[in-house]
Nanobody
Framework: QVQLVESGGGLVQPGGSLRLSCVAS????????MSWYRQAPGKERELVAA????????NYADSVKGRFTISRGSAKKTVFLQMNSLEPEDTAVYYC?????????????WGQGTQVTVSS
């Protein structure tokens, strides 16, 4: 059974930091690109950060560049999102995503999400 389980969300003051974790199981983690998305109330889900299966290519949304860092640990099948200098605009539900294209078939899995609230 495929599972992506996020943790690490919570309430933080502006300027603070949080570290999100996503533990994967049920699929070959090393073969999947991993991403973090977020969705704020009334807005569409947007890509925050992505890292390729080998970790060699990383992309960030312009709004989080220089503040967020995505990384992955193969041994523990975990992807992280370190979020620094948080702003109220970062408030959203954050989702972990696993993605792979193989032989013309797209495989995509989602976690259940973790709430991040930035407020004083």
């Amino acid at each position: 059974q495929v599972q992506l389980v996020e943790s690490g969300g919570g309430l933080v003051q502006p300027g603070g930091s949080l570290r999100l974790s996503c533990v994967a199981s049920g699929f070959t983690f090393s073969m999947y690109a991993m991403s973090w998305y977020r969705q704020a109330p009334g807005k569409e889900r947007e890509l925050v950060a992505a890292i390729t299966s080998g970790g060699g290519v990383i992309n960030y949304a312009d709004s989080v560049k220089g503040r967020f860092t995505i990384s992955r640990g193969s041994a523990k099948k975990t992807v992280f999102l370190q979020m620094n200098s948080l702003e109220p605009e970062d408030t959203a539900v954050y989702y972990c995503n696993a993605n792979r294209l193989a032989s013309g078939t797209r495989y995509r899995y989602w976690g259940q999400g973790t709430q991040v609230t930035v407020s004083s």
